[in-house]
């Protein structure tokens, strides 16, 4: 699913981790959220400068972006062309 657009409340977030490119010689921060709304919750990805700007408790909204299934689980991502706000 593209194009989604969302406002939830942050309910948990895991410690970040590194993970190298498949197809560049470099290293990414990583690191999993929840979100949650009252149609219910869903994992969110946060990379790199995305992990310090969000924490538990916080609403957020986010544009643009899409949602993919990894391991049989729904997951939201940003995305390059989507976009993170903390309201």
């Known amino acids: 699913m593209k194009r989604v657009n969302v406002e939830a ?3 948990e977030k895991g410690p970040p981790r590194q993970v190298m490119s498949r ?3 470099e290293t990414y921060m990583v690191a999993d959220a929840v979100i949650a709304d009252d149609s219910g919750h869903i ?22 972006g899409y949602v993919t299934s990894f391991k049989n689980n729904l997951q939201l991502n940003v995305g390059k062309f989507g976009t993170l706000t903390v309201l």
Request: glycine share 0%; no cysteine; proline share 0%.
């Open 23 to 25: 197809y560049k010689d």
């Open 9 to 11: 409340k942050v309910v």
């Open 43 to 64: 994992k969110l990805t946060l990379w790199n400068e995305q992990i310090d700007q969000v924490n538990v408790n916080d609403i957020i909204r986010i544009e643009n």
